[in-house]
Structures are given as C-alpha cells and as structure tokens.
C-alpha cells in the first residue's frame, strides 16, 4: 500500500487508531516522518485485521511469540489469521493467512555497498552474481535476494543474520522453494504489482493452502477512509 503523499487528515486518523502502548513507540522514533511511517503502517494492520475479525482496529490486541513475532490476543483469536507487517519509505506490505506461518519483506532499491554486504553475508554463487553487476542492477539484485531471505527468517521465526545465508533460488520460477533450518521447505513469491522502485517477497510453508497469493493493492487513504481491506 502506497503511503507517499499521504493527506494529513488520514495521518491523524491513523494516530488517533493507535492504543497508547503504540502512541509511546512511535513518540520514541526521532523524525516526524518516521512517526508517520510507524502510524501508517500499525493502522493499515489494525483496520486489514480488524475487517477480518470483526473486531474495532483500537481495539485488537497482539501478543509477542517467544521468537518475538506479534500475533493477535484475544477474542480476535477466534478465526485465527496470522500476519505480518513489513514497511519501508512510501510503502506498506501486509501478508495474512488463514493461521499458517508467513513472512513478508518490502524494501526500496536504494544506494547500499551491495558487493560488499553481499560478500559476507550471502551464499558464494549469490555474492558473485551481485559483485559481478554494478550501480543499479547491482542494486536491484542485491534487494530481490535480501527481500526474499527476510521474508522466509520472518516466517520461520529466526535471525536475519542467520538467514542471510540461505540459498533464495532466483533462478526457480516464483513461487520458489527455499529450505529453512529444520529442512521444512518454504515457498517464496514476489507479489505481482510491487511497483518500481520497491521489491518484495512473501514466504509461506511449502505444504500452505493452494492456490498462490491473492494481492490487493490500494493506498493508505483508500483503506483508512473506508474502502474495505477484504471483498
């Protein structure tokens, strides 16, 4: 969900979503545009899994799994949707299943020392084939494999910096297969119309329910001023 340029009446609207708990986080972050970022991003959560529960987006609760990953408390408990939340400058990713892991990674393609990063973290055949591009393709590759790592640490629950050796297969048609820690196979996609200059990815158990990622792709005004999150 595109969050650039949002009017200023639907940033106060998703601040006022906000339970206190959330105000204090986001009073916390140094910029005005990064308190922005957090609103946005928290009331595109409460009012996607808020339509989906039935509850008041205010009113959802979320509780940490011991790995740290929120999930939702409560009555909102009862159809049992999992999610997760990721954002980046002017964009927001939500991924929800019915109660099966997922992990979700959106970032924007910017300036980083992609050789570099790439060299110590990646897998050998992956930091060669950023190392032998340069500027922006270096660029854009180095995120499609970094989009596609996080995704999968978010849904099994581990360490980025662990993860970031793990094999992504751009070469496999999406979804792709990826293997986790414990051997279980993941299945990464790269949602359909993520526009430039942004890449993401979604990961879900291999075994998930059928039928590939539906994506619905709106702006925050759209979806806080009363277009429905769900059909």
């Given at each position: 969900?595109?969050?650039?340029?949002?009017?200023?009446?639907?940033?106060?609207?998703?601040?006022?979503?906000?339970?206190?708990?959330?105000?204090?986080?986001?009073?916390?972050?140094?910029?005005?545009?990064?308190?922005?970022?957090?609103?946005?991003?928290?009331?595109?959560?409460?009012?996607?899994?808020?339509?989906?529960?039935?509850?008041?987006?205010?009113?959802?609760?979320?509780?940490?799994?011991?790995?740290?990953?929120?999930?939702?408390?409560?009555?909102?408990?009862g159809w049992g949707p999992a999610f997760n939340l990721s954002h980046t400058e002017g964009l927001v990713l939500l991924a929800v299943t019915r109660g099966e892991p997922v992990g979700a990674d959106v970032e924007r393609v910017r300036r980083v020392p992609a050789a570099r990063i790439a060299a110590r973290y990646f897998p050998a055949d992956e930091a060669h084939a950023v190392g032998a591009r340069a500027g922006q393709e270096a660029w854009d590759l180095f995120f499609r494999l970094w989009v596609r790592k996080e995704a999968c640490v978010k849904a099994w629950g581990g360490r980025l910096r662990e993860g970031m050796r793990t094999p992504v297969r751009l070469e496999d048609?999406?979804?792709?297969?990826?293997?986790?820690?414990?051997?279980?196979?993941?299945?990464?996609?790269?949602?359909?119309?993520?526009?430039?200059?942004?890449?993401?990815?979604?990961?879900?158990?291999?075994?998930?329910?059928?039928?590939?990622?539906?994506?619905?792709?709106?702006?925050?005004?759209?979806?806080?001023?009363?277009?429905?999150?769900?059909p």
């Open positions: 969900m595109p969050t650039a340029r949002t009017p200023d009446r639907v940033v106060r609207a998703a601040r006022l979503m906000l339970p206190a708990a959330e105000r204090e986080r986001m009073a916390q972050l140094r910029s005005p545009a990064d308190q922005d970022a957090f609103a946005l991003s928290q009331a595109v959560l409460r009012r996607c899994l808020g339509d989906l529960t039935g509850e008041a987006p205010r009113a959802l609760r979320f509780t940490r799994q011991e790995n740290g990953k929120p999930e939702l408390a409560g009555a909102a408990r048609p999406s979804p792709a297969a990826v293997p986790g820690p414990d051997g279980q196979l993941w299945r990464v996609w790269e949602p359909a119309g993520v526009p430039a200059p942004y890449r993401a990815a979604v990961a879900l158990p291999r075994g998930a329910r059928p039928g590939g990622l539906t994506v619905r792709r709106m702006s925050v005004t759209e979806l806080l001023e009363g277009r429905p999150a769900v």
